[in-house]
Structures are given as structure tokens and as C-alpha cells.
């Protein structure tokens, strides 16, 4: 088997209840927020996948990896109107929290909570435990459907098919990336969903601890004919050796009317709170057409 094939039968090795609540954490969700609501200002029905979709809430002990996410701005002062605001009123709403922020939602009850209960989610998860969990969280919602299995290997076809029935289609696609070959797999499933559905909104988020990988993945899809544009925040410099990340990114394939201008806007405030070396923070966001895509008219 190619180093670079994706493996929809191997054993999870990733807990992400380790990671809820960090700084990749919020930058995902303000930004899964910001494209999920200019989404839902312009569409009748919506359609929300997710490929790794979780335990749907994580419980945060009374330290971890959320003490320089979440935990930066849970108690800070009131923000002003705009995604980080909104994205904040939806913590507090959808988690559970006093002094400190307790419980932390997952993408999957963001997304109910901003398309609303018409919305059709349809949502994967590979880790049996955190499977059985979602599920707890999904027994009242009529227009969920769950699979325990890999939801990345069929995504292609589960875009093209809730595109039939449709008017806007949104995919989130959050995998551990626990593999170097993860960075050749990934985009490549990315380019075949895209592909397969030109008219999705695909959302990928991705780690970054140096601009190597993620810049090696750009250029793969811009190899594949993808068209797209990122936006990444970086709150931990590249030179401190740290075993967490330095920050993360996210791939965004049509993204909405407004919706990176909003992520521009709330990254200042966000890496001002949440950078860890002296208020040091860095955004970057670019967009780029992939090879052979038609020029605009």
C-alpha cells in the first residue's frame, strides 16, 4: 500500500478531548461559525457534513490545553460585535461554565446551533467510544444521521447526493492529522470532494507547527485544479520549542460572501489573547486558483 494512501481501517489513535477548548479549537470554530452564518443568510436548506465529528461536548478538566484557548477569553472583556463575539455567545450557550469554562461544545452542536433544527447534518465518526457519545446528543434531532466508520473515503459521494436535495452544501473536515502521510492524503481526498461537487463549501482545518507541510500541501492543490484560500492564525512563534502547536489554519474551498473579511477581523483580537510569547501573533490568509481552473468571465 502507498505510504500516502489514507486508511479508512486503521484503529483511531487521536482523543481530541485532550485538545477541546485549545487555541485550534477556537480559531476552527470561529471560523466553521463565520462561513456556517453567512452560509445560512443566503440559503433555504442547508446541508451540513462532518467527517470527524466527535464526541459532540468535551468536559475540560481544571487544566489543559483550553487554558491558552478558550480559557484566554472566557473571562476577558466583553468583545466587540463581529465572529469572535458570535462565536463566544455560542461557547457560553451551548457549553457550561462560571469562573472557568467546564464543558466545551463540539462542531457538530455549532452547526445545529447556527443553521437550526431544519438544517440536515450528516456526520461521521471512526472512535466507537466518542461515536456512542455523539450519539447521546442526537437522539431528539430528527435530521442528524450518524455513521461510526470513516467519513472522509466516501465524502465525494455524500456531497454529490445532499447537493441533490440541497441548496447550499457545507463540509467540515477536521481529521487528526497524526500521519506525515496524512499531508499528501488529505488534500488529495480534499481535490476528489471538490471535485465531485464544485458547488460545496469545504472547510478543512489543519495544524501547523512550521509553514512546510502546510505550504506543500497549498501547492498540491493548486496542482490538483483547486481553487481556495486560507486563513491562518499563528500564536506561538515558530523558534519556541513547545510540545503543543504553534497555531493552525484552515482551508477554505468557496467560501462564502464575508466570511474570511470576518476571520481577518477577529484574528487580531483573538491572537492578542491567546499568543503565548510576549503578545506575539501572525495571521496570514491567502487565495489562490488552482492549475487549469477557468478564469472568471
Avoid at 97 to 123: C, I
Avoid at 258 to 276: D, F, N, V
Wanted: hydrophobic content about 45%; glycine content about 12%; aromatic content about 6%.
Amino acid at each position: 500500500m502507498p505510504r500516502s494512501q489514507y486508511r479508512p481501517d486503521a484503529q483511531p489513535d487521536y482523543g481530541h478531548r485532550f485538545h477541546a477548548g485549545n487555541v485550534g479549537d477556537v480559531w476552527k470554530h470561529v471560523a466553521l461559525v463565520a462561513i456556517l452564518r453567512a452560509i445560512a443568510r443566503g440559503a433555504g436548506h442547508v446541508a451540513y457534513l462532518d467527517t470527524h465529528a466527535g464526541e459532540g461536548t468535551y468536559r475540560l478538566g481544571p487544566t489543559g490545553e483550553w487554558s491558552e484557548g478558550i480559557g484566554r477569553l472566557w473571562s476577558g472583556d466583553p468583545l466587540p460585535d463581529g465572529a469572535l463575539a458570535d462565536y463566544m455567545a455560542l461557547c457560553r450557550r451551548l457549553g457550561r461554565g462560571g469562573a472557568r469554562p467546564e464543558e466545551y461544545p463540539g462542531s457538530p452542536a455549532f452547526a445545529r446551533a447556527v443553521l437550526g433544527l431544519a438544517a440536515s447534518l450528516r456526520l461521521w465518526e471512526r472512535d466507537v467510544t466518542a461515536a456512542t457519545r455523539l450519539a447521546t446528543h442526537l437522539v431528539s434531532d430528527p435530521h442528524a444521521r450518524l455513521t461510526c466508520g470513516d467519513g472522509l473515503s466516501s465524502l465525494r459521494d455524500e456531497l454529490a447526493a445532499a447537493a441533490a436535495d440541497a441548496d447550499a452544501v457545507v463540509a467540515l473536515i477536521d481529521p487528526s492529522w497524526s500521519q506525515k502521510a496524512d499531508w499528501t492524503a488529505i488534500p488529495d481526498a480534499l481535490a476528489r470532494a471538490a471535485t465531485g461537487c464544485p458547488r460545496a463549501c469545504l472547510v478543512l482545518w489543519y495544524p501547523v507547527k512550521s509553514l512546510t507541510r502546510p505550504n506543500a500541501m497549498i501547492a498540491r492543490l493548486q496542482t490538483a485544479g483547486v481553487s481556495a484560500t486560507i486563513a491562518e492564525l499563528i500564536t506561538t512563534p515558530f523558534g519556541a520549542h513547545r510540545n503543543r502547536l504553534n497555531g493552525s489554519g484552515v482551508v477554505v474551498v468557496n467560501a462564502p460572501v464575508g466570511a474570511i473579511e470576518a476571520l481577518a477581523g477577529a484574528a487580531p483580537r483573538l491572537g492578542a489573547a491567546c499568543a503565548t510569547q510576549g503578545g506575539t501573533w501572525s495571521f496570514r490568509s491567502s487565495s489562490w486558483r488552482g492549475a487549469g481552473a477557468p478564469r472568471a468571465g
